[in-house]
């Protein structure tokens, strides 16, 4: 099934030195990620997240470009970057997502490490970023337990199923971290049962199919469910954006009816004047910079 399919991949992780497949659009095309560290100063994490801040400002040539293609593609792989901190629960990751989720069904596909998560409370850490990822980007979402060739995920699936068996895998764990993570597993009960679950192999391929069955039918979940919601809360948007503006048109017809005609000066904030009264100059060249640094590619 997987050989008859045509992807377009698209990477936004602008730090990754080597990339195991080929991108159709690459992040580090566009943003020069250790010229953004240098030129604002900034540590790893900073760079990738102002990185993808300055490749969001750009994002509408990205759809633009995808959506002149749509009638020859079936799926559209978009690799974000690792840090949950940084796509997730940033401005430029929601600005992604929604204009993503806004123009083609999209769906949340979250890679945990299978032989990692063989300990308690590494799989409990994995299930709740799930469930946040979820509630915050509000898309069906699938879980792919990778590396199913080094261990298998089953016993993964047993804990997601029956409480019990979480539990007394634990029983042997006294510590904090144990109880909180025994207690955090009754919570997220309901958000096991509307979940989907896959094992693969990202190696040999194992457990590709049912992967993209379970995509299939997160798109149809998508379709009923996920995208009247999304038109709703747009709607939402955009009402309480044109109340803003009405809002702003009467003060201003007030403020003129106020003033008789009269020369009304606004006062901007910004302390442009020197003492002596003379304007101060700009420095355009920064804006350059910055335009520099951002120019949208496709491969």
């Known amino acids: 099934m997987a050989s008859n399919i045509r992807g377009y991949v698209m990477n936004l992780d602008p730090a990754v030195m080597t990339l195991p497949f080929g991108a159709n659009i690459d992040i580090r095309d566009t943003v020069r990620y250790k010229e953004v560290m240098k030129q604002f100063n900034l540590g790893p994490n900073g760079g990738i997240l102002t990185s993808l801040n300055l490749f969001s400002t750009k994002f509408n040539e990205v759809i633009s470009v995808i959506e002149k293609r749509a009638d020859q593609l079936d799926y559209v792989l978009v690799d974000t970057p690792g840090q949950i901190e940084i796509f997730t629960w940033s401005a430029s990751g929601a600005i992604i997502t929604e204009a993503f989720a806004s123009t083609f069904p999209t ?27 979820l509630y915050k980007t509000r898309l069906p979402l699938v879980l792919a ?17 029956d409480f ?52 299939e039918a997160s798109v149809e979940e998508y379709m009923e469910t996920y995208k009247s919601d999304l038109d709703k809360r747009r709607a939402e ?37 020197r003492a002596d009264g003379e304007s101060m100059d700009f420095d355009e060249d920064e804006d350059e910079d910055e335009d520099d640094l951002v120019r949208f590619s496709e491969n």
């Open 145 to 161: 337990f990778n590396k199913t060739d080094v261990a298998q995920h089953e016993f993964a699936l047993e804990w997601m199923n």
């Open 107 to 133: 769906v949340i596909a979250y890679v945990v490490d299978t032989p990692r998560s063989a300990s308690p409370a590494t799989f409990m850490s994995n299930m709740l970023y799930a469930c946040s990822i």
């Open 237 to 273: 948007k955009e009402h309480l954006e044109e109340e803003r503006r009405k809002e702003n048109m009467d003060k201003l017809r007030k403020d003129m009816e106020k003033s008789g005609g009269e020369t009304v000066v606004l006062n901007t904030g910004l302390k442009d004047r």
């Open 164 to 215: 019990e068996v979480f539990h007394a895998a634990l029983d042997s764990d006294h510590s904090y971290t144990s109880t909180l993570t025994r207690s955090l597993s009754l919570a997220l009960e309901e958000f096991y049962k509307n979940l989907r679950s896959v094992g693969v192999s990202a190696v040999s391929g194992a457990g590709m199919d049912a992967f993209f069955r379970a995509i």
